[in-house]
């Protein structure tokens, strides 16, 4: 087998064993699709804030890497994928009304605009004391992707672009089923669940660029394996936060950091 049929098949073993993980089948997103908590317009807030704190930066980790990767070709791949998180629109499948309220509009702020929908707005976010999921995951993120380029591009590519169409299906259908938000409110979702497709087939190509010994695939996988981790460790967080509020009241949900989240 020569250099580029073996890092190919690198390249094809670690996708499999992402799409595969715990990251993408956790039972979290099992009960997020069919509604399956206590308390479901509890889990739904609680997830849009949390989930925000780590997705609001994604521009500085795709910064971050940008700023590790010596060929220039990797560079303005990834320089594209920043303009299309920063407000330029390359779907085309969704309906013309819904992709006019998007254009111009980052992907932060198309977040925004579902976090508001459901209700997390500036009162709901003061009342907040614990914000150490979405931020823990976001800082330890970043910091995989300062690394260098081969961890970098394994967290950002197979650990995350190639797996977030597939998991944001599912969020795709929860709210679709469990809530009355309009696609303009969760047009987030519409987008992410087809556009990362793209994106994950280009960075696929920049780490099989990079896998040109074992040092490097080791770095990779490194960088796959952790962003996997990082991801299972938030769902799990979440899911227990979601099943100890029950039917309570909105407060209940602080006490859940007492369990160590």
Same mark, same amino acid.
């Given at each position: #087998?020569n250099?580029?049929?073996?890092?190919?098949?690198f390249?094809?073993r +670690?996708?499999?064993?992402a /799409?595969a993980?715990?990251a993408?089948?956790h039972?979290y /997103?099992?009960?997020?699709?069919t509604g399956? @908590?206590p308390?479901v317009?509890?889990?739904l807030?609680d997830?849009?804030?949390?989930?925000? +704190?780590?997705?609001?930066q994604?521009?500085l980790y /795709?910064k971050a890497?940008?700023s590790?990767?010596?060929?220039?070709?990797h560079?303005?791949?990834?320089?594209?994928n920043l303009?299309?998180?920063?407000g330029?629109?390359?779907e085309d499948e969704?309906?013309?009304e819904i992709?006019?309220?998007?254009?111009?509009q980052?992907?932060?702020?198309l977040?925004?605009?579902?976090?508001?929908?459901?209700?997390?707005?500036?009162?709901y976010r003061e009342?907040?004391?614990?914000?150490?999921?979405g931020?823990l995951w976001?800082?330890?993120f970043l910091?995989l992707c300062?690394?260098?380029?081969?961890?970098g591009?394994?967290?950002?590519g197979i650990g995350?672009? /190639?797996?977030?169409s597939?998991?944001?299906?599912k969020i795709?259908?929860?709210?679709?089923?469990c809530s009355?938000?309009? #696609?303009?409110?969760r047009?987030?979702?519409?987008?992410?669940s087809?556009?990362?497709?793209?994106?994950?087939a280009? #960075?696929?190509?920049i780490?099989?660029d990079?896998?040109?010994?074992?040092?490097?695939?080791?770095k990779i996988?490194?960088?796959?394996?952790s962003a996997l981790?990082?991801r299972?460790t @938030?769902?799990d967080?979440l899911?227990q936060r979601?099943q100890?509020?029950?039917?309570?009241?909105?407060?209940?949900i602080?006490?859940?950091?007492d369990?160590g989240?």
């Amino acid at each position: #087998m020569n250099k580029n049929n073996k890092a190919a098949a690198f390249v094809r073993r +670690l996708g499999d064993q992402a /799409l595969a993980s715990t990251a993408v089948s956790h039972p979290y /997103l099992q009960a997020l699709e069919t509604g399956d @908590f206590p308390n479901v317009d509890i889990a739904l807030k609680d997830f849009a804030f949390q989930y925000g +704190l780590y997705s609001s930066q994604f521009t500085l980790y /795709l910064k971050a890497l940008i700023s590790c990767l010596s060929d220039r070709s990797h560079r303005q791949i990834l320089l594209s994928n920043l303009a299309e998180e920063k407000g330029h629109i390359a779907e085309d499948e969704l309906p013309p009304e819904i992709i006019a309220s998007a254009e111009g509009q980052s992907h932060a702020q198309l977040f925004t605009r579902f976090q508001c929908a459901l209700g997390v707005n500036s009162e709901y976010r003061e009342r907040q004391t614990d914000e150490h999921a979405g931020n823990l995951w976001s800082q330890q993120f970043l910091r995989l992707c300062s690394t260098n380029e081969h961890v970098g591009v394994g967290a950002i590519g197979i650990g995350t672009e /190639l797996i977030v169409s597939k998991i944001y299906q599912k969020i795709l259908s929860g709210l679709i089923n469990c809530s009355t938000l309009t #696609m303009q409110e969760r047009v987030f979702f519409d987008l992410h669940s087809t556009c990362d497709d793209d994106h994950a087939a280009q #960075m696929l190509l920049i780490t099989t660029d990079l896998a040109t010994d074992e040092e490097a695939c080791a770095k990779i996988e490194f960088g796959v394996k952790s962003a996997l981790s990082l991801r299972t460790t @938030f769902w799990d967080a979440l899911l227990q936060r979601a099943q100890y509020v029950g039917t309570t009241n909105q407060s209940a949900i602080q006490e859940a950091s007492d369990l160590g989240y």
